[in-house]
């Protein structure tokens, strides 16, 4: 039988469990709860894993999922408590198969407008708490010669914005060393995808924009929706993909002079 061009067939070892354990942050948000969502629904017995500091939230969230499903509501700005925290995981639900690092904080505003201690944060949950996730997990992966990392970056790693100085460093931090974890882990039975989102409809992305000034080009801006993006997420983990970008319009962000368009005619932050 001939397969269609560009089609990989993975092996057994590469192809994501009946039943995985999945440790997915920020689901209180959008896109984190999109992705438990749809994990659920393909794998429903899968048992998974809500890190968020929002544990009502997370909470309700892991009713609906229903199935193996626990909350574990920390603070991921504290580093040091991570490795604990699955450790807990993997104490009542077995190994992390799957780990998504989703959770972020974005706050527009411009270099000398941001607190330090703001951005301090930022940078701790944006960039330090999933390197120390992936770091923990990583280990028990390799061991076990499987495991899927799925780390959510930005479009704004990628292209800067004016008044994402910080968040744009933290994705950027990000984006790199998940491509990098990719080529180290792929040998041993680990696959790593890296997810550059543009505006995606949610809390989020709502309290972006209300921190640039009304304006066409603000209006103008592709917004996503969450289910689509955890459909592309669980669909490019089935295939072994490199990277998922949505909206697809956001692919032109590859193209070199993308950001100087971005700098030049991107809407300005109130602070």
């Known amino acids: 039988m001939v397969r269609a061009p560009g089609r990989r067939r993975l092996s057994a070892s590469r192809r994501l469990p009946l039943a995985p354990h999945a440790l997915i942050t920020g689901t209180s948000g959008a896109i984190g709860g999109a992705i438990a969502r749809e994990l659920r629904l393909r794998r429903p017995a899968a048992r998974v894993s809500l890190?968020?500091?929002?544990?009502?939230?997370?909470?309700?969230?892991?009713?609906?999922?229903?199935?193996?499903?626990?909350?574990?509501?920390?603070?991921?700005?504290?580093?040091?408590?991570?490795?604990?925290?699955?450790?807990?995981?993997?104490?009542?639900?077995?190994?992390?198969?799957?780990?998504?690092?989703?959770?972020?904080?974005?706050?527009?505003?411009?270099?000398?407008g941001m607190p330090w201690e703001r951005a301090q944060t930022l940078l701790e949950v944006d960039l330090l708490a999933p390197l120390r996730l992936q770091h923990r997990c990583a280990e028990g992966m390799i061991a076990r010669g499987q495991g899927w990392i799925v780390n959510v970056s930005s479009m704004a790693g990628r292209v800067p914005l004016k008044g994402c100085a910080y968040y744009g460093a933290a994705k950027a931090g990000l984006a790199m060393a998940s491509e990098v974890a990719r080529a180290e882990l792929a040998p041993h039975g680990v696959t790593v995808?890296?997810?550059?989102?543009?505006?995606?409809?949610?809390?989020?992305?709502?309290?972006?924009?209300?921190?640039?000034?009304?304006?066409?080009?603000?209006?103008?801006?592709?917004?996503?929706?969450?289910?689509?993006?955890?459909?592309?997420i669980l669909d490019a983990m089935e295939r072994g993909s490199a990277r998922v970008i949505y909206p697809a319009a956001y692919s032109l962000g590859r193209v070199p002079f993308a950001g100087a368009v971005a700098l030049a005619f991107g809407p300005t932050p109130t602070s």
Do not use: H, K
């Not at 104490?91 to 527009?108: E, R």
């Not at 550059?196 to 103008?220: D, N």
């Open 51 to 112: 890190v968020d500091r929002d544990g009502p939230t997370s909470s309700a969230l892991a009713l609906e999922l229903g199935g193996a499903t626990r909350v574990a509501a920390c603070d991921l700005a504290r580093i040091d408590e991570l490795p604990q925290v699955v450790t807990d995981a993997e104490a009542a639900l077995g190994p992390v198969d799957v780990l998504v690092n989703c959770a972020g904080i974005m706050d527009v505003r411009s270099v000398a």
């Open 193 to 232: 995808l890296t997810v550059y989102p543009g505006p995606v409809a949610s809390g989020l992305e709502r309290g972006a924009r209300s921190q640039f000034p009304p304006s066409l080009v603000a209006r103008a801006i592709p917004t996503g929706d969450a289910a689509e993006i955890a459909r592309r």
